[in-house]
């Protein structure tokens, strides 16, 4: 399997579903059922969310190591580790391993996790699926990066992102801001290395709040919302020249959602990187350009019935004004879509999204199975969340048949791959 291959250089789809939301919320059995459904219902690619550690709110994007993989999703926690192993793999990560085994990480775990997922990572790959992961932008405060390298993150202010459709006082999020100043100096080394580990686990890789690398709200250190913030300069393209320097092309998705600004657009053609387009943004009046109509979407975008900090498309929908049902359903005449969008909301935009130009077409698991806002994954700005998770044979064969065909018919669908 070529990793290096753009998202849309072919027509193709796939299904978010982390690995929490499985069965059990565990590797295993359940990742591999999982895995052989996709490939009944002619998916070829498979997302998932940071397989990073949550913190104690569940949440995989504020991790205590932008490096170290979650035990937690471990299918044998206990299973023994060699000392060779525990050489081997300190070795090859000699980068980052001291900063996790400092703050009290088991470098056992960390071998564990690649044995299992790599396992995995084989069995998706001879059944002809790519897995796609997820680079959160920042780190979590006073966890392994930040004390490893101090002179890398910054105590005058947090992350976070302006008022918006999510939160009216913004998003507060607290990570640690970046020195851009002396990243440049070591020549992006930290970020170059981070890349690394993401693609030895991902073929495709979602970079979270890209905006933020053309500008990011800095919120002043202590304050209680995201009001007082401010935008500063991001370090543009550099970081991304140093990883290709290093690494070779990168097959990266920018997650270029939120209060996105024409630099943010500029940065990500120049680099040559597919942006997303979110269904549930569209269908707004026309008096403005929305790049999530399906009107607007273009080849070199990934379209989403919806992501994870969405609600499920029966839950947006079942809340969503009539105005903007009218506009919705106006779509899905246009494109063709044989589903009744009332009567089946969630397989009305599965089909809008494959029916469309973007290269790679996603969709929720619960959407699928057709789930109101029970099933939705996080709430931006809200604590809770990033507890669903699927019960057992809740994907069938008759799901997977229902979306093959409209996978097939949408000329999406993967090209079996011999075993």
């Not at 020249?241 to 120049?270: M, N, S, T, Y």
Request: charged share 25%; proline share 8%; with cysteine.
């Amino acid at each position: 399997m070529d990793a290096t291959r753009p998202f849309t250089e072919t027509r193709a789809s796939g299904v978010q579903l982390h690995i929490t939301s499985l069965p059990g919320g565990r590797l295993g059995q359940p990742a591999r059922d999982f895995v052989d459904w996709l490939v009944e219902a002619g998916q070829s690619v498979w997302q998932v969310l940071p397989v990073s550690i949550p913190d104690k709110h569940r949440s995989p994007y504020k991790s205590p190591s932008a490096f170290a993989a979650s035990p937690a999703l471990l299918e044998h926690p206990q299973a023994p580790v060699s000392e060779q192993e525990l050489q081997d793999f300190a070795a090859r990560e000699a980068y980052w391993v001291d900063s996790w085994t400092s703050f009290g990480g088991d470098l056992a775990d960390q071998v564990r996790f690649d044995r299992e997922w790599s396992a995995l990572r084989d069995y998706a790959h001879e059944r002809g699926i790519r897995i796609l992961g997820d680079v959160p932008i920042y780190v979590a405060p006073d966890a392994a990066d930040e004390r490893a390298w101090p002179q890398f993150f910054r105590n005058d202010a947090v992350a976070g992102c302006p008022p918006d459709a999510y939160a009216a006082t913004g998003q507060l999020w607290g990570n640690p801001l970046y020195r851009w100043d002396v990243l440049r100096e070591d020549g992006y080394t930290w970020w170059v290395e981070r890349l690394r580990r993401t693609f030895a686990l991902f073929d495709l890789v979602r970079v979270d709040h890209f905006r933020g690398f053309a500008a990011y709200w800095a919120i002043p250190a202590g304050d209680d919302t995201a009001l007082n913030g401010r935008w500063e300069p991001g370090p543009g393209r550099e970081v991304f020249d140093a990883a290709i320097a290093a690494l070779g092309p990168l097959p990266v998705l920018a997650e270029d959602l939120g209060d996105i600004d024409q630099p943010v657009i500029d940065l990500r053609k120049a680099l040559g990187f597919p942006g997303m387009a979110v269904l549930q943004f569209a269908f707004e009046p026309a008096y403005q350009y929305n790049a999530h109509d399906p009107e607007n979407h273009e080849p070199n975008q990934v379209v989403y019935t919806g992501t994870h900090d969405n609600d499920t498309v029966c839950g947006w929908w079942w809340d969503l004004p009539d105005h903007r049902r009218q506009l919705a359903r106006e779509a899905c005449r246009r494109a063709g879509v044989g589903a009744d969008v009332d009567a089946e909301p969630s397989w009305g935009f599965i089909e809008l999204a494959l029916r469309g130009p973007c290269g790679l077409s996603m969709m929720q698991a619960q959407d699928v199975l057709a789930l109101g806002s029970s099933a939705r994954m996080n709430a931006p700005g809200i604590e809770g969340g990033w507890s669903w998770q699927m019960e057992p044979g809740a994907l069938t064969s008759a799901h997977a048949a229902r979306l093959r065909a409209l996978t097939e018919a949408t000329g999406r669908l993967a090209t079996p791959r011999s075993r």
